[in-house]
């Protein structure tokens, strides 16, 4: 039997980034980048307004106040989207729209909520009065100011957030060259197992860990594909793992136990390369792994919560090494354990658990229910794992645990 962390090491060993795609916009959406994207203008493209008022020359407004008004004629109306026609020579002021270009001349805004409409016969859109004194280029967004004609403002290995988009755009690209989804056959095996749509028989079970695999595949940034049900025999089995090499990775759930229909190491071992099949570890010891001709082989065991466990120690920092991440896994915190917890001690356990912050800022963290490897709930009720380590029988209330937050996706590698 190996540990969790022989058994990572031997799996990312032999897991490579897959090639990058170039991909519209929005479907870039969550991966990672494979290029940096360079800007091909500067951002703001032109000096403008960052408030509706009044553009200004600053020498003639720096003495306004609400008892000493200055008036200027206005001498152009501009909005958002139209380039300013006339200068703004001294004592005059142009009416300006958010987002509309600056006007020659004019250096400064005043927004509109300090001033007041002038006499109607002013300039030849009347005049106004300036209440107060602006600082010299208040209220104008300059030219380049976020980025510059030339500039990176995405880099390749990022992760493509909604404003990674909108930098996207801004600068021109509507496509962005990206890592490839992997492509995650999903298949359980088992002759008690009936679909999700049907009422089970006697001695038959719904099939739970297609779906919450394919759940987490997704989670993890991958594609997944449900191939359906092996059934116990070899024949089927065969069948059904001699399809891998049509995808990126794949999955099995359960008969890598020592029942005697547990067939899936045997299959394994005869159409393809195993490379462990026991990792010291609970809920999930029988966690199988291999290859099957190029194609990654995870076989998890069938226990619902042994699957996801497996699953996210083993096939999430997988999927997130082929689709390019760099940090692979989940963000750990230090909490206090709030009650007892007895374990076997040539094991890992990991434990379904609730963690929360306290008001003094410290993290306390306890189990989310009952810790059966059949039972989902406290999966669901849980937001994290404590990691509790080989060695240990017995840890008490108040020690220090090791959480790992599967409610925080980014972490370091
Ligand atoms: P196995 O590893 O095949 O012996 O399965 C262990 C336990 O997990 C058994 O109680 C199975 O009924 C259950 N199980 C196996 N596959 C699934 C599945 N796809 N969905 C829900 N439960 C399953
Ligand atoms: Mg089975």
């Known amino acids: 039997m190996i540990s969790v962390e022989e058994a990572q090491e031997q799996v990312l060993s032999r897991i490579s980034r897959l090639e990058p795609e170039r991909v519209d916009l929005l479907a870039a959406l969550g991966r990672v980048l494979a ?88 300039g030849p859109d009347g005049s106004v009065e300036i209440l107060a004194a602006p600082s010299p280029g208040e209220n104008v967004r300059t030219r380049g100011e976020e980025v510059r004609a030339g500039d990176t403002v995405l880099l390749a290995g990022e992760k493509i957030g909604p404003a990674a988009i909108g930098l996207a755009a801004s600068v021109g690209h509507d496509t962005l060259l990206v890592y490839r989804r992997p492509r995650v ?51 089927h089995t065969r069948s059904m793992l001699e399809r891998a090499p049509e995808f990126d990775l794949m999955v099995t759930t359960g008969g890598v136990s020592m029942g005697d229909f547990d067939v899936v190491k045997k299959v394994l071992e005869e159409i393809g390369e195993l490379a462990f099949w026991k990792v010291a570890m609970r809920p999930g010891g029988p966690q199988t792994f291999g290859a099957i001709g190029e194609t990654p082989f995870f076989g998890l065991p069938g226990n619902p919560t042994s ?10 920092p997988a999927v997130r090494k082929m689709a390019g991440f760099s940090a692979l896994l989940r963000p750990r915190s230090i ?45 669901h009720r849980g937001n994290c794992l404590i990691s509790l380590p080989e060695g240990e029988s017995l840890i008490t209330a108040g020690t220090e645990v090791l959480c790992i937050r599967l409610d925080m996706e980014e972490g370091t590698a």
């Open 307 to 316: 699957t996801m466990v497996g699953f996210e120690m083993f096939v999430r």
């Open 185 to 235: 056959a999903i298949v359980s095996t088992g002759d008690e197992l009936v679909d999700v749509t049907e009422k089970p028989g006697p001695g038959k079970i719904r099939n739970s860990n297609s779906y919450s695999l394919a759940a987490q595949v997704m989670s993890a940034g991958g594609e997944p594909h449900i191939l359906g049900v092996a059934r116990d025999t070899e024949e």
């Open 335 to 379: 909490a206090r354990l709030t009650h007892d917890v007895k374990k076997r001690a040539e094991k890992r356990y990991f434990l379904r658990s609730r963690i929360t912050r306290s008001s003094d800022g410290r993290y306390s963290v306890t189990v989310s229910g009952n810790q059966s490897s059949a039972l989902l709930t406290s999966m």
């Open 35 to 122: 290029e940096d994207v360079v800007s091909d203008i500067d951002v703001a493209p032109f000096d403008n307004s960052a408030m509706d008022g009044y553009a200004v020359r600053h020498a003639d407004v720096r003495s306004a106040s609400a008892d000493t008004p200055i008036v200027l004629d206005v001498v152009e109306h501009i909005p958002a989207g139209v380039s300013p026609q006339v200068t703004v020579a001294p004592g005059t002021a142009s009416r300006i729209m958010t987002g509309a270009p600056m006007p020659a001349g004019a250096d400064t805004v005043v927004m509109v909520e300090r001033t007041r409409p002038g006499r109607a016969d002013g």
